[in-house]
């Protein structure tokens, strides 16, 4: 086994010279390996057990398999060896491993394409995160972990068409807000019947908080705030089947929203309160934790308290999505929790949700796009709701409403770069909503420059309701909100060079089980017009 630097792996994956000293932050390259699958977990040690299983044999794959952040040639495998996946260390001695793994072409496993081994340690929860290299464009594989005896679920990935391919058409998912106390993940069951091409989560994956005793499910622990009490919350989560389901299926792209770390936070800064060396040090574990349960790439790995999670997405010529992380760079909320008028504050070109380096990626991307659909993968929302009925306005400045300088500068880039078909996808608010996004504040009259589709949580706040006084009145105070329900579910789009169809898909109940997948409505945008057409 060589351990070599990563820049170099990258370059020339035979290469065994040890570059410098190592670091956390190297990676080994498995032996054994036919394509140049690079695995990366800290180095294996002299001591590290080749593929011993865990003590007492038992299995170690209880918390599921996932692959992730799929390339025209490749596509991350994640698993975590936890045997016992609530207890300390998920159930595995302090010492590393070696997992193997198998990457075929063919269900029944018989055309290997590419195999290896990787190293699962405690510095990394005994997570194994491997990147595949050298696999063909927009082409399904199979894959499945080995840890002595014991094999892993087999899962389905895929790997994205060519850069200068023109795809027919897409299938993807996206999901939000999977508080598991609130009830169960029958929607995940569902999506994963659909066979999407690909998962998009845009966040809140853990809630971070302690128990409560009247909900149909409770957390396993009292408020997450270290790095144990993170892992063992994501081990929770994880060992729900219908969770597991979703991942074996295709590969997911994901982003977090706060509850990943606490609710309402921004930048450095807990809700409500000022920076404080104890939040920088809860951010960091949160962040660890994290990247270890998700199926993301090397460029991820957390440093310190920042971890980079902003990153784009090219299906083809067809759909680029651009992914954002509208948590860790912000400046704070303008100003508390509730709803408040339009301000000097909200405006002020100090305050930012994407902070300049992400916007500047983001804004570049979205002049260079060679795409004929441009989804921007992001948390909260961007149109402006006006929550107070009447004359009063009362906006949200935890949304990018609180941010508008930035809102503003999105839209107007949106419009002045031609962006093809802009769609923003959206989730936090626990409620499925389709937005019209005007350029409103120019002096013109409304431009329609995006659409907005809002995705409801898979478990968040629990059975929910179609509709009530309040949506009715949500939607006269907001022309541009052209449907909203508050209905557990997610939303399933098809795009085509055409038009992007979206179905938002609701459950009439999750707090009990085996509820049956309705479609609530269901829209469809034709290129060029980002106006929603309710079909
Ligand atoms: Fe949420
Ligand atoms: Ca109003």
Known sequence: MGFVDYRSAMENSSSGHLKRK?????????????????CFAPPLTSHAAQGRPAKGGIYPFKLGIASGDPTPTGVVLWTRLAPKPLTSGGG??????????????????????????????????HTVHVEVEGLQPDTWYWYQFQFG??????????????????PERLRFAFVSCQN????????????????????????DYIYENGPHKERPRQHNSDTCVTLEDYRARYAQYKTDPMLQRAHEVAPWIVTWDDHEVANNYAGLVPKVAAPTREFARRRAAAYQAYFEHMPLRRMSLPSGSDMLLYRGFEFGKLASFHVLDTRQY??????????????????????????ERQRTWLLGRLSNTKAAWNVIAQQVM???????????????????????NDRRNLIRHLQSAKTPNPVIITGDIHCHWANEIANDFDGETAVPVAVELVGTSISSDG????????????MRENPCVKFRNKQRGYVMCEVTRGGLKADFKTLPYIS?????????ASFVIESGKPRLNRV
């Open 330 to 355: 912000r400046t704070i909320q303008p100003m508390a929790e509730g709803f408040h008028p339009m301000s000097p504050k909200m405006l002020s070109p100090k305050g930012t949700i994407l902070g």
């Open 382 to 404: 961007v149109a402006p709701i006006d929550y107070k009925a009447g004359n009063e306005i009362g906006l949200n400045p935890d949304k990018w409403s609180g941010y508008e």
């Open 149 to 166: 005896d014991h094999m892993s679920p087999k899962g389905r990935t895929r790997t994205m068409p060519a850069a200068d391919a023109d």
């Open 22 to 38: 190592l670091t956390r932050r190297d990676f080994s390259i498995g032996s054994g390996m036919l394509l140049a699958g690079l």
């Open 463 to 474: 059975d929910g309701e179609a509709d009530s006084k309040r949506n009715q009145t949500l």
């Open 180 to 203: 598991y106390e609130w009830g169960y993940f029958t929607a995940f069951d569902h999506l994963a019947r659909e066979n999407p091409d690909l998962v998009v989560h845009l966040g």
């Open 512 to 520: 009990r089980k085996g509820a049956p997948l309705e479609t609530a």
């Open 92 to 125: 595995m001695p302090a010492e590393q491993f070696e997992v193997s793994f198998v990457v075929a072409a063919d269900e029944a496993m018989t055309k290997v394409v590419a195999s290896g081994r990787a190293v699962a340690g405690p510095e990394w929860a």
